[in-house]
């Protein structure tokens, strides 16, 4: 019988899950549904019970062409002629499995880091569970949660074992994020073979079209992939084509809802305005569904973060991934507190962020890295030469399968492939309130008028935004940050005039980008 990983359904019998159905039923649904391995999981009743229900999921299971797979219990696995076992790290093992399982029985094994994992492929499992992905009731006893970062680090470690060995992950995976665990998980050499569902399935109250849509969802590539990665070009091409993008910018005339920080929400909300674009602030998360309908872009600046922002993010992310909208995330002060740090994590686990910026100790929280100190949004001091920003930034991109830009005096911005350096920008920049937070903003617009290659999006939005500081900074009127202020909000606009003609003037030889070689 082939192994078909792609929809694996475990078990649940608790009265929460089943609500008075019956086991047998619900599973069977869910067959009709598209599940292609049930795997049967009983912690609590005795041996004699648990044989008599799994030979009657095996009838069920063969009538659909699909393994049973019996948690933990090779005895009841032999009573029943099921199909194999999967076993957990305190289990028996492989090896004293094979010596009692028929020869041609499917053998797997729950893995939750680099080293259970490596062991198991070396004795011979047929598939790995890997997980925890997300936090989940189901499995109270989770030593670490993975996450798609480190589930990915798992797969590309067992990538060279010389065997194939299909996966799984496991825990807390719903229709809402299954696109992005198979997205975000994949490494460069190994991709997830599937995802195992327990209660989205086993507790809906419709299991047949809760598998249905899993089946879909499975099928489809997220949302927010637009279509093939763009072919890479040149820097200098790249840069020619940043005027037609500002000018769509500025055509589009996109909205931004700014989920920011309420001390810089007025320059934030001038900025957008200036260049041509359309901002809302709404830390309110239940706005997000509504809001996102006009297909604009979500920015979550966690600069004044309270008890409510976190669950406020998460439903705007959710409504925003689900329509494929852009979404930039700037993790200001990530590492100045352990509330911030654990924020950071809830919200990467949380949803897809098309763009994360921040300064080099932000990215660093986030990738992260071990002995981050921030005082207070400040990046601390700085333990990175040039290369390594760069690598940092291209290694955390790749990793999310997303845009990074981590922000100084150097800018360096990859998309996990390539990273450019962009030396654009004015120090007065650095000594005004919001501009740092203003580029997440700009890059917001910039990622909803161009979504189709948002590393060229990103740049167009930081070359707008710098050259205009470089203009205000220039002017004889300016002699510090408070005359700095109303004159770049009078550049960007001479910018947005310019692009509206078609004058493309304003960036002629003035772009300072180079593709940083690693």
Not at 212 to 239: D, L, N, Y
Not at 347 to 368: S, T
Not at 449 to 467: C, N, R
Request: net charge neutral; with cysteine.
């Amino acid at each position: 019988m082939p192994l078909d990983l792609s929809l694996y359904l475990v078990t649940d019998s608790t009265p929460a899950i089943l609500k008075g159905r019956d086991l047998c039923t619900v599973v069977e649904e869910a067959l009709k549904g598209g599940v292609t391995v049930v795997q049967y999981r009983e912690k609590t009743s005795d041996t004699g019970e648990q044989v008599q229900t799994a030979r009657k999921l095996h009838q069920i299971t063969q009538k659909y062409g699909v393994p049973l797979l019996i948690n933990d219990r090779v005895d009841v696995a032999l009573a029943a002629g099921a199909e194999g076992v999967h076993l957990g790290q305190d289990d028996m093992t492989i090896q004293e499995a094979k010596k009692l399982l028929p020869q041609d029985a499917i053998i797997g094994i729950s893995a939750g880091n680099i080293e259970e994992a490596q062991r198991a492929v070396a004795a011979g499992a047929d598939y790995l569970g890997i997980g925890a992905m997300f936090a989940t009731p189901t499995k109270t006893n989770t030593k670490s949660i993975l996450g798609t970062s480190g589930t990915q680090t798992i797969l590309n470690a067992i990538s060279d074992s010389g065997r194939s060995v299909g996966t799984v992950s496991i825990g807390g995976i719903n229709l809402s994020n299954v696109q992005r665990v198979f997205y975000q998980s994949k490494s460069p050499k190994k991709g997830l073979d599937g995802v195992a569902i327990v209660s989205a399935i086993m507790a809906a109250e419709d299991p047949k079209a809760a598998a249905e849509a899993f089946v879909k969802q499975i099928a489809t590539p997220p949302p927010f992939v637009r279509g093939p990665a763009p072919q890479a070009r040149e820097v200098s091409a790249m840069v020619e084509d940043v005027p037609q993008i500002v000018q769509k910018v500025v055509q589009a005339h996109p909205l931004v809802h700014n989920m920011i920080n309420f001390v810089v929400a007025n320059f934030v909300a001038n900025v957008a305005l200036s260049m041509g674009a359309s901002p809302i602030m709404s830390p309110y998360g239940d706005e997000a569904v509504d809001l996102a309908q006009f297909d604009g872009a979500l920015l979550i600046n966690m600069g004044t973060l309270t008890s409510e922002s976190v669950p406020n993010y998460l439903k705007a992310i959710k409504a925003y991934n689900s329509r494929g909208n852009p979404v930039v995330y700037d993790p200001v002060g990530a590492a100045a507190t352990h509330i911030r740090r654990g924020a950071v994590k809830l919200l990467i686990a949380g949803g897809y962020f098309d763009l994360i910026k921040g300064n080099e100790g932000e990215i660093r929280q986030v990738y992260g890295s071990s002995g981050v100190t921030q005082r207070g949004v400040d990046s601390g001091p700085s333990n990175l030469n040039n290369q390594a920003k760069a690598t940092l930034a291209r290694d955390l991109a790749r990793r999310e399968h997303n845009v990074v830009l981590l922000t100084g005096a150097v800018d360096y911005l990859s998309d996990g492939e390539r990273v450019f350096a962009v030396e654009n920008g004015h120090e007065l920049l650095g000594q005004v309130t919001g501009t740092g937070c203003a580029v997440g903003t700009v890059s917001g617009c910039f990622l909803t008028a161009h979504p189709t290659d948002k590393l060229l999006a990103v740049l167009s939005g930081i070359l707008m935004y710098e050259i205009a500081a470089e203009n205000a900074g220039s002017r004889n009127d300016v002699r510090g940050p408070g005359s700095f202020v109303p004159a770049f909000l009078d550049e960007l606009y001479a910018i947005r005039q310019a692009a509206l003609k078609g004058d493309h003037s304003w960036i002629a030889g003035r772009a300072k980008v180079q593709e940083v070689k690693l």
